[in-house]
């Protein structure tokens, strides 16, 4: 049995409350606001909007971050606005397995007859160690995975905008070696599988706000953006000979080199390459 709800059900509400939450994370989609003149791009279904514009069958949409955008940034000159990438959030949403018995070990920890599990993938795990370990304190990359299953808790949480208060988060690198995270509450705490081994962090908020105030060292926003780009190509470099993900990204990665000569600017190609990395490793990418 698996939650009543998709992966994708879960991130949207999670993504909005740390985008609008006090701590002021941000998509990085919002630095292109004052550039494509728009503040948010959604699909929307509703029919009675599609039928005031004339349209007979809702549109299927395009995905933006697949289309080149060239002949944007060479409208836009080169004194456009960097983005703040100081200050990053790199975020993994995995969908949990509800259980209700727990083992020997798991009661030791204070585990009650109900609890959640999420499975690890080796490969994955693997490149976000790896990314996590080039990029130092300078980001925070985790899991992040719901600690309840049923439609009506994602409802009335996204209703009362306490997601992230309902969310279990751990650091990929607590991982290592395991091959799957257990936890009964929210936070930062759970065991890690295969030998039991109780982890529990700081608060949430907590990690990031020692990650946004150690990138406080340096404003220069283009070296920031520059570093993302170059630490995951060689974390990449480094395991690509048995990892497919890191394998697959560097033979994007280099088409999109080739490519260098489109961009005006060097940190439009720094921006798109590490965006591409997150969109292969399946990672949501949040500015803190």
């Known amino acids: 049995m698996k939650a009543e709800f998709e992966e994708k059900d879960f991130e949207a509400p999670l993504y909005s409350e740390l985008k609008f939450g006090s701590h002021r994370i941000a998509t990085p989609g919002q630095v292109f606001e004052g550039k494509f003149g728009i503040d948010a791009a959604l699909e929307a279904e509703h029919p009675l ?51 209700s018995r727990s083992t020997p070990e798991l009661k030791s920890y204070g585990f009650g007859s109900k609890y959640w599990r999420f499975e690890i993938t080796e490969h994955q795990q693997e490149i976000l160690e790896k990314v996590s370990r080039n990029l130092r304190r300078r980001a925070l990359v985790v899991y992040a995975s719901p600690a309840f299953h049923t439609l009506d808790n994602l409802y009335d949480y996204t209703e009362a905008q306490t997601i992230v208060e309902n969310t279990n988060f ?34 949430f908020y907590s990690m990031i706000e020692q990650v946004r105030e150690s990138g406080q060292e340096s404003d220069d926003f283009s070296a920031n953006l520059r570093f993302l780009h170059k630490s995951t190509v060689e974390a990449c470099h480094e395991i690509q000979e048995h990892n497919p993900i890191a394998k697959y990204y560097l033979r994007l990665h280099g088409r999109l080199m080739r490519m260098e000569e489109l961009y005006e600017q060097e940190e439009t190609i720094d921006y798109v390459a590490f965006n591409m990395f997150c969109n292969v490793a399946k990672l949501k990418w949040l500015i803190a």
Do not use: C
């Open 49 to 99: 909007f599609w039928d005031l514009f004339g349209f007979y069958d809702i549109p299927r949409g395009v995905v933006l971050d697949e289309l080149r955008w060239g002949f944007m940034w060479q409208r836009l000159g080169r004194k456009r606005r960097l983005p703040t990438f100081n200050t990053n959030l790199l975020i993994q949403a995995k969908r949990p397995k509800p259980l």
């Open 170 to 203: 751990v650091k990929v690198e607590r991982l290592h070696n395991h091959k799957k995270w257990n936890y009964y509450q929210p936070g930062t705490s759970g065991v890690a599988h295969s030998e039991p081994e109780f982890i529990e962090d700081e608060p």
